[in-house]
């Protein structure tokens, strides 16, 4: 059977222009946490980071982009601060499905920190039509994933940050991974946050005939990287079934758009940090 490529394309335009996530924006309801001082941990530089392919330079993993102690002291660092639930009016109102806890800073330091310890050299090589990358988006999300918590379909869309600057990827850094995570620790002194190994929770992105072209599982430490935009793919984070994920991202496009991190809590929960690359001719 032959699909049809102009009606699925058409119908996946549709889809995207309904379903376009564009938290990169901070809302008056982040101010509080946007203006919140914090100490950030340091990090250390990385000279070594490889790049793990899944679909050409459009979707990419970098191992051990935090090691085991820093993902543990961002965790600590934005509980301190505190999170607040993030919903959604649902797919029915042109919304992607949102379950969550959200951290959101404006940091343009914390960007540059993040940005220079390593992810710089690797986008050395990378160019989106003629731009190089030139940083992070200092708007910065963490996210907190309990069991039960999911990210419904959707596409991430592009910020503009003026000056020429403009995001095209994101990037999604997990603070806690699965049972066969292998982070490295820089510490055997550091407590993990989690009470139980984190199961579920895995980003997965599909194709326009709503194929999957890639699962990716939570592993500590773990940055995650796909462009945004106009070629941004559909894509989800799955249920957390046991345990919890935090994750960190950043959104990029000659320069990162923003940042999302998820952290454990005292229940099960997945924890990551998430932010936007920028770029610029």
């Known amino acids: 059977m032959v699909k049809n490529s102009s009606a699925s394309m058409a119908e996946a335009g549709t889809r995207k222009r309904k379903m376009v996530d564009r938290s990169g924006t901070i809302t008056s309801a982040d101010n509080k946490k946007a ?8 990090l250390k530089p990385k000279l070594d980071l490889h790049i793990t392919r899944l679909q050409d330079n459009d979707l990419f993993t970098v191992q051990n982009f935090f090691t085991s ?21 649902g797919p029915t109102k042109g919304e992607a499905y949102r379950d969550n806890d959200r951290l959101s800073v404006y940091d343009p330091k914390l960007a540059d920190t993040v940005w220079q310890s390593g992810l710089s050299l690797l986008f050395s090589d990378i160019k989106i ?6 940083g992070l988006n200092p708007n910065i999300r ?11 379909r959707h596409f991430d869309g592009s910020v503009d940050l003026g000056e020429g600057k403009r995001t095209h990827f994101t990037l999604l850094i997990y603070l806690l991974g699965g049972p066969e995570s292998k982070g ?6 550091l407590k993990d946050s989690a009470s139980e190994p984190l199961v579920g929770g895995e980003t997965v992105f599909y194709d326009s005939w709503n194929e999957i072209v890639a699962e990716v599982a939570p592993a500590e430490g773990m940055a995650l990287l796909h462009i945004h935009g106009d070629k941004c793919m559909l894509h989800e984070g799955r249920n957390v079934s046991k345990g919890i994920n935090f994750d960190s991202i950043v959104l990029p496009k000659v320069r990162v758009r923003s940042c999302f991190i998820t952290f454990p809590c005292f229940g099960d929960s997945i924890f990551l940090v998430l932010a936007g690359l920028a770029f610029k001719v």
């Open 184 to 189: 490295k620790s820089d510490s055997s002194n």
């Open 69 to 89: 102690a820093e993902s543990k002291a961002f965790i600590k660092t934005a509980e301190s601060i505190g999170f607040e639930h993030q919903g959604s009016l």
């Open 142 to 152: 963490f996210y907190r994933y309990k069991v039960g918590q999911r990210f419904g």
């Open 129 to 134: 039509r003629g731009k190089v990358a030139v």
């Open 35 to 42: 203006t919140a001082v914090a100490k950030w941990p340091s």
